[in-house]
Each structure stands twice: as C-alpha cells, then as structure tokens.
C-alpha cells in the first residue's frame, strides 16, 4: 500500500491540558453497549498529540489526525481547531 491509499484515522475531542510546550492532552468520549446488560454506557480516553504552533487552551474542541510518532507518547497531531472557547 502505498502513501497515497491509506487514509489517515481522524478523532475530535475536548482538550483538558496543554501545559506542556507544543503539546495538548485531548479527552475522547464515547458510547459503547455493555456487553452482557445492554445499557449504553460512556467510556473515555486520553490521547497526546503534537501542537506545533501552541493555539490550542483547555475546553477548545479540536480533530487530531495520526502521525508517525513524534516522541513516546504523543502520535497524534492537531489538524484543526473546531470550537474555541468562550
């Protein structure tokens, strides 16, 4: 497959930290079924991406799209910036 066929995984999200320089915590928030009850239930996770100009502040709703890894955690970057906060 070349670079051209693959298609790049896009996740939006809330950001809940973007302390460290060029790089923001972003917060996923899904909806899964329980497995033997049937209940929709909330289920979240935390990814680090890579914020290279440093625009994103907590609360904004952003889409990250993945990367080759830029360092041990982060392998997700910042593709654009959907709601600012107030």
Do not use: F
Request: hydrophobic share 25%; net charge positive.
């Amino acid at each position: 497959m070349s670079a051209k066929e693959q298609t790049l995984r896009t996740i939006s999200g809330v950001v809940t930290s973007n302390k460290g320089d060029k790089s923001i915590t972003v917060k996923v928030t899904r909806q899964v079924k329980h497995p033997l009850y049937g209940k929709v239930i909330k289920r979240s996770t935390k990814y680090n991406a890579h914020d290279e100009s440093n625009e994103c502040s907590e609360g904004d709703i952003v889409s990250l799209v993945s990367c080759r890894p830029v360092s041990k955690s982060k392998s997700w970057k910042l593709h654009e910036i959907i709601e600012k906060t107030k």
